[in-house]
Structure formats: structure tokens, C-alpha cells
């Protein structure tokens, strides 16, 4: 209940208060969740928990305006409230007003006054009620790092007298990509993350697409790139279950337990990929949204890796990326042999890149063993994370016998 409702207190009362004032949303937001804690607690649970938390949160920003008027009619013109109007102020919680304040947050956080990072950060923190710790956990960082920086961006956004508006239609255009990267990256952060905390990695990604089907519910939102963006999620999650064993450690593609795929999220996937195809516009999230597609299919034929390496290949041309093109080498092995593979994958020449020598690892495996093992020790002592440390010395064991 805190994850879900601290965040649409936050963001109805930071679009009501401005963005000067983010931290007095936290605070009442925070104190609404204290007063539940104490009360609840000697008390029992009321009738309506959600209706109770925003009667709080009402009245304690009605509180805050009569004993700090003053105040803020000092530091802004434009809130300018007298303890006897105080009692007058609607703050509304209703379901539309928290969409449309979500939303608008959402355009806010992915100013591009911040960097990638504080975006994210932002998004996490003010969308999706993750706190300091929570964030530092994802980004495999300490509280303090992320303390600052999120201190730092919403100064930058005060800075920039960033408005907390329901944007234009021509402020959507402009500034949808840079949501959508963002969404791209957070969901990434949780389903390639590096943590040990699955509970925490799962949840990242269904705040990624939670906020992206926010975009999905607009009208002025739901365009075909945003509907490729979350069919390419739902693909992904399909497979999030099978991706890890029991241990904690990653399973590659072609060792998963395809039972454990999650059918309904395929079909979800499907579904939204086919609204996507309605425009002119093929974007990055499209050609992923295909390749992930595909990788749900069960069978191991040709014909499979050979559009695969199409869309790839496409891919590429729209944006290239050395971890696209990596991906791209395996698939044209599957399709076309492991010989002819070799040539592809050493001209990409990333020899600093652990994930570069487990490809070649695994592509001189059974054409030539000796370098296939040299590839995976230095694959093996790239690598920063226990996890692929564990899987590559799987390879290494079951090469060397």
C-alpha cells in the first residue's frame, strides 16, 4: 500500500504545491504514512484504508498552508493561500487527477536538464515510491551517491522552472523520446541488473511498465512507439521467471524452462506490438519488440534465427549499439553456422568487453577448443559480477571436461 498510494500523494501534491516545493509533498506524504503506522497499529486497519490515507493527506496539507501562509506567500506568487482560504483548497485524489498528475510528472522527471541517471533516479523515487536505499540497491550503489543526486536534479528542475503541467501536443513530440529512453533504461535496469535482489529487479521492470501503460491509457500519448515500447516489456517479463534458477543465477536462453514462460504476457506482448504497426513509424522498440517476439517461440528452426538476423540487422541501421551487434552475431550462427559467425563477431573487436569473449567463447567451442577456453578465461576475469563469474566457470568446467 505505501509503494502504490506514497506515490500518487506525491506527485498530486507536487503538481498542486509546484516544483519548488517537492520535498513539503514528500514530507506530508511521509507523515500521512507515520500517522498510519501509529494508528493502525493500536487500532486496526479501517474500513477503507486507501479513503483514510487521503482524508490524512488532506488535512495535513490543509495544516501545513494555514501554519506556513506566510511563508509561502514570501517564497511564491503563485501559492498564495491565508490560513482562512486554506480550508478551501481541493486537493483532489481522485483516480483522473492522479493519472493526469503521473503523467505530467512523468514529462517532468525526464527533463533533459538531468542526466540519464537522475532521470531514472527521479522516476523511481517520485513515479514509483522507491526509497533511497531501494535505489541505491538497483543501481548497485550507497544511499549516500544517490541522496546527492537526486538532491541535485530536482535542484536543476527548480533551476530550470520546470512547470508540472499536462503537456502539449507539441511538448509530447518534442519530449516523448527522451520519456520513453528513460522508461527503456529503468526497465533494463531491473531485467540485465547486476543485483542479487530478485524481488527488487522484478519490481522495477512492472514499475517500467506500469508507467508505460500510463502513456498507453492517454489519448495523446498512445502512439505506435509507446505500444512497441510495452510490447517489448511484456515479451521480456514473459520470460523473467525462467531467466533465473533457484539459486539466484542467470539461465541463458537456450538452457530455459520454456514452461515457465508466462503465456498471458505473450499474448499481451502480441497484442500491443499489433497496435504498434499502426503508423509509419518503425522505431528501435519495434525491431526489439520483434526479436523479443520470436525469442518466444519454442522451436530452434532456421527459419526463426534467419528473421531474427533480419531484424537485427535492421536494428543496427536505426541505432547501433555493440551489445545489438553481439546479439546479432549469435543469431547469425543459429542461422547461418558458427564458421562463418566468427568472422561477424571479430569484426566487432570489443576486446574489453566480457560479454564479447563469451560470445567467442562459445562460438570456438567444438571449431577450435583451445581458443575457445582463452576467450572464456579472459571472459572470466572481465567480468565484475559473481553471477556471470559463476556462469562462465560453468562453461570453462564443461569445456575442459
Not at 32 to 59: C, I, Q
Not at 82 to 89: D, K, L, V, Y
Not at 316 to 327: D, G, K, M, R, T
Request: net charge negative.
Amino acid at each position: 500500500m505505501f509503494r502504490t498510494e506514497y506515490r500518487k500523494i506525491v506527485v498530486v501534491l507536487c503538481k498542486l504545491f509546484g516544483i519548488e516545493h517537492i520535498e513539503i509533498a514528500e514530507d506530508i506524504a511521509s507523515d500521512t504514512f507515520l500517522a498510519a503506522s501509529e494508528l493502525w497499529g493500536l487500532k486496526g486497519l479501517p474500513e477503507n484504508p486507501v479513503a483514510w490515507l487521503y482524508t490524512v493527506a488532506k488535512n495535513k496539507s490543509k495544516d501545513y498552508f494555514k501554519h506556513h501562509s506566510i511563508f509561502l506567500q514570501k517564497v511564491t506568487k503563485e501559492i498564495t493561500f491565508t490560513a482562512e482560504s486554506s480550508t478551501q483548497i481541493d486537493i483532489d485524489l481522485s483516480a483522473k487527477n492522479i493519472n493526469d498528475s503521473q503523467l505530467a510528472m512523468m514529462f517532468v522527471v525526464c527533463h533533459p536538464c538531468n542526466s540519464i541517471e537522475a532521470q531514472i533516479g527521479l522516476a523511481l523515487s517520485l513515479l514509483c515510491g522507491f526509497g533511497t536505499e531501494e535505489i541505491a540497491g538497483a543501481f548497485l550503489t550507497n544511499k549516500e551517491t544517490i541522496y546527492k543526486r537526486l538532491q541535485r536534479a530536482k535542484q536543476k528542475l527548480r533551476e530550470e522552472k520546470v512547470e508540472i503541467k499536462q503537456p502539449s501536443r507539441a511538448e509530447i513530440d518534442e519530449r516523448l523520446p527522451a520519456v520513453l529512453m528513460t522508461l527503456y533504461l529503468l526497465f533494463n535496469e531491473g531485467y540485465y541488473s547486476a543485483s542479487n535482489d530478485a524481488v527488487l529487479r522484478k519490481d522495477l521492470c512492472l514499475e517500467a511498465m506500469r508507467l508505460t501503460y500510463l502513456l498507453v491509457e492517454n489519448e495523446q500519448t498512445n502512439k505506435p512507439t509507446v505500444n512497441a515500447l510495452l510490447a517489448l516489456m511484456c515479451f521480456q517479463s514473459s520470460r523473467f521467471d525462467a531467466r533465473i534458477n533457484e539459486h539466484g543465477e542467470l539461465v541463458l536462453y537456450g538452457d530455459q524452462d520454456a514452461s515457465l514462460w508466462d503465456n498471458e504476457l505473450i499474448e499481451q506482448g502480441k497484442y500491443f506490438l499489433d497496435e504498434a504497426s499502426r503508423g509509419n513509424t518503425i522505431s528501435k522498440y519495434h525491431l526489439e519488440a520483434g526479436i523479443a517476439c520470436m525469442h518466444t517461440k519454442q522451436e530452434d528452426s532456421k527459419e526463426k534465427w534467419e528473421n531474427i538476423l533480419q531484424l537485427y540487422n535492421h536494428l543496427l541501421i536505426i541505432e547501433y549499439s555493440p551489445v545489438a551487434a553481439l546479439n546479432r552475431t549469435y543469431a547469425f550462427a543459429k542461422a547461418n553456422g558458427k564458421k562463418e559467425a566468427i568472422i561477424e563477431a571479430e569484426k566487432i573487436n570489443l576486446t574489453a568487453n566480457h560479454l564479447y569473449h563469451s560470445l567467442l567463447g562459445w562460438l570456438y567451442t567444438d571449431v577450435d577448443n583451445q581458443k575457445a577456453l582463452l576467450h572464456l578465461q579472459t571472459a572470466r576475469q572481465l567480468t565484475k559480477t559473481l553471477n556471470d563469474k559463476k556462469l562462465i566457470a560453468d562453461k570453462i568446467r564443461k569445456l575442459t571436461g
